[in-house]
Structure formats: structure tokens, C-alpha cells
């Protein structure tokens, strides 16, 4: 049996399509059955749970550490299983700008975190505590079925943009990360950390372009680059080019208005 904590959301929906396809045991976890389906084990324990919206653990920091770092712990409590799939954050990393910074392998200081990547960070730990059997996946930026927010997200419908259009970063399609994760679940190297990202960036103009509108940008909107390294998922699983996923994402969308 398989477990999927967070299986309707962006994320988590798309090991939910994977698993359906396959014909997979699994069990979706959500607030509604989450008490009575406490203490309840599973071979794979998949969890897309944790919270995405990065401004609340500088607004709410003790509400967004209870979404990104209580709300594992106690499912590292409340479900006993043989392999846990923990969703983080390639935020962890103080910067993401290049490949060369952001290796799994490299010591983290948690005092250059980000309030958000440091709360990510402290969830990573309680899953390498308690965990029998694990993998984190680091994740970036994703497109897919029920996306509400990010820059694709905005330059689709009209803005305004909350980073500037100069900007380059990683996506990849919410299926499949599914893929890629469950591969490295299944065949790479336990207890280990590996960067799930799409390859290479794309620039937020060159989606603004696509889309073939003009889009404003909020006044002050900081210019980022999310670039981590991808080498050590690449060794297990095929990982798909960020341009590709975002263009095709776009286009698909814009055939159905």
C-alpha cells in the first residue's frame, strides 16, 4: 500500500495520476481522513504536504513552521512505514543560483536560510531522524493540472508578476516529477538527498512572450535565478528540460480558452 499525504494538491495529484495509471495500491491523505486513518502502515509513504506559499514564514513563522515541520513530524509519527518520500525545497540552499552552489552534498548553514529554506531544512532533519528507509526530493518551481500560483501561473492570467521578467528558473510538469521520484524511490540509493528540478531555466520574458500579451509587473519585483545542480537524479531518472515542460504547459493552456 501506498500512502500519499497532500494527494489533491498541485503536487501530490500527480503521483495520484501516476499511481492510478499504474494500477498501484494507494490511499490518498487529507485533513478529512487523516485522524481516522492514524496508525495505519504502508510500504511508501509519499508526502506532497507541506506548505508552498514562501511569504508566510516571514509574515506567520510559527504557523508556517507548523505546515512545513510539525505537520512531517507527525507523520513520521502517525504512519509507520518501510520508505518515507519527502517533498522539500531546493530553497534550502542560501543560493540557487548555479549548479555549483547547490549540490546535495555541500554543508548547509542554516544561519543563511531563508526563513522558508530553513523551515524546509528542520523538516529534512526530522525525516532523516526518524525515517527508517528515505529520500528527499528538493524541489523547484512546477507547472501542471490545478496550478493557482507562480510566475507561469500570473504571466497566463495577466499578472501582475511578482518577479521581474528578467528572471530564469526551473519547472518541471507536476507528472512528471511523479516519475522521476517514485524512480528514485524504487531504484536509486536510499537515505540520500537528490535535486528534483527541471533542466536548465527559462526566463519569465521568454513565457511573457509565449503567452503574447503584455503582463504588469508589481513595482520592486526582485530579478532571481533558480539554477541547482540536477547530476545526481540524472544518474537514476531521465530529467525533462525546463524550456520544453514551461512552452508546452503554455501552449496547452492557451488552446483551451
Same mark, same amino acid.
Given at each position: 500500500?501506498?500512502?500519499?499525504?497532500?494527494?489533491?494538491?498541485?503536487?501530490?495529484?500527480?503521483?495520484?495520476?501516476?499511481?492510478?495509471?499504474?494500477?498501484?495500491?494507494?490511499?490518498?491523505?487529507?485533513?478529512?481522513?487523516?485522524?481516522?486513518?492514524?496508525?495505519?502502515?504502508?510500504?511508501?509513504?509519499?508526502?506532497?504536504?507541506?506548505?508552498?506559499?514562501?511569504?508566510?514564514?516571514?509574515?506567520?513563522?510559527?504557523?508556517?513552521?507548523?505546515?512545513?515541520?510539525?505537520?512531517?513530524?507527525?507523520?513520521?509519527?502517525?504512519?509507520?512505514?518501510?520508505?518515507?518520500?519527502?517533498?522539500?525545497?531546493?530553497? =534550502? +540552499?542560501?543560493? $540557487?543560483?548555479?549548479?555549483?552552489? &547547490?549540490?546535495?552534498?555541500? *554543508?548547509?548553514?542554516?544561519?543563511?536560510?531563508? !526563513?522558508?529554506?530553513?523551515?524546509?531544512?528542520?523538516?529534512?532533519?526530522?525525516?532523516?531522524?526518524?525515517?527508517?528507509?528515505?529520500?528527499?526530493?528538493?524541489?523547484?518551481?512546477?507547472?501542471?493540472?490545478?496550478?493557482?500560483?507562480?510566475?507561469?501561473?500570473?504571466?497566463?492570467?495577466?499578472?501582475?508578476?511578482?518577479?521581474?521578467?528578467?528572471?530564469?528558473?526551473?519547472?518541471?510538469?507536476?507528472?512528471?516529477?511523479?516519475?522521476?521520484?517514485?524512480?528514485?524511490?524504487?531504484?536509486?540509493?536510499?537515505?540520500? =538527498? +537528490?535535486?528534483? $528540478?527541471?533542466?536548465?531555466?527559462? &526566463?519569465?520574458?521568454?513565457? *511573457?512572450?509565449?503567452?503574447?500579451?503584455?503582463? !504588469?509587473?508589481?513595482?520592486?519585483?526582485?530579478?532571481?535565478?533558480?539554477?541547482?545542480?540536477?547530476?545526481?537524479?540524472?544518474?537514476?531518472?531521465?530529467?525533462?528540460?525546463?524550456?520544453?515542460?514551461?512552452?508546452?504547459?503554455?501552449?496547452?493552456?492557451?488552446?483551451?480558452?
Amino acid at each position: 500500500m501506498i500512502f500519499v499525504i497532500g494527494g489533491r494538491g498541485l503536487v501530490g495529484s500527480g503521483f495520484v495520476r501516476l499511481l492510478e495509471a499504474r494500477g498501484d495500491e494507494f490511499q490518498i491523505i487529507d485533513r478529512a481522513n487523516y485522524d481516522s486513518l492514524r496508525g495505519q502502515k504502508c510500504e511508501l509513504l509519499v508526502n506532497a504536504n507541506g506548505n508552498s506559499r514562501k511569504p508566510l514564514a516571514k509574515q506567520a513563522p510559527l504557523e508556517e513552521f507548523d505546515a512545513s515541520v510539525r505537520s512531517v513530524r507527525s507523520s513520521l509519527i502517525d504512519f509507520p512505514c518501510e520508505t518515507y518520500v519527502h517533498i522539500s525545497s531546493c530553497d =534550502v +540552499y542560501p543560493d $540557487c543560483t548555479s549548479p555549483e552552489v &547547490s549540490r546535495e552534498d555541500q *554543508i548547509l548553514n542554516p544561519a543563511k536560510q531563508s !526563513p522558508y529554506g530553513f523551515h524546509k531544512y528542520l523538516a529534512e532533519q526530522c525525516v532523516m531522524h526518524a525515517a527508517p528507509r528515505w529520500i528527499v526530493a528538493r524541489c523547484g518551481g512546477f507547472v501542471g493540472p490545478g496550478l493557482r500560483k507562480n510566475a507561469i501561473f500570473d504571466a497566463l492570467h495577466g499578472g501582475p508578476l511578482w518577479l521581474d521578467p528578467a528572471s530564469s528558473l526551473q519547472f518541471l510538469h507536476t507528472d512528471q516529477a511523479a516519475e522521476v521520484i517514485l524512480k528514485l524511490a524504487t531504484q536509486a540509493p536510499a537515505n540520500r =538527498v +537528490y535535486n528534483v $528540478c527541471g533542466q536548465g531555466v527559462i &526566463s519569465i520574458a521568454e513565457v *511573457i512572450e509565449a503567452v503574447g500579451q503584455p503582463v !504588469p509587473v508589481q513595482p520592486g519585483s526582485p530579478k532571481v535565478r533558480y539554477e541547482v545542480s540536477v547530476e545526481s537524479a540524472q544518474q537514476f531518472a531521465e530529467i525533462p528540460e525546463t524550456r520544453k515542460t514551461v512552452l508546452d504547459f503554455v501552449r496547452a493552456q492557451l488552446e483551451t480558452r
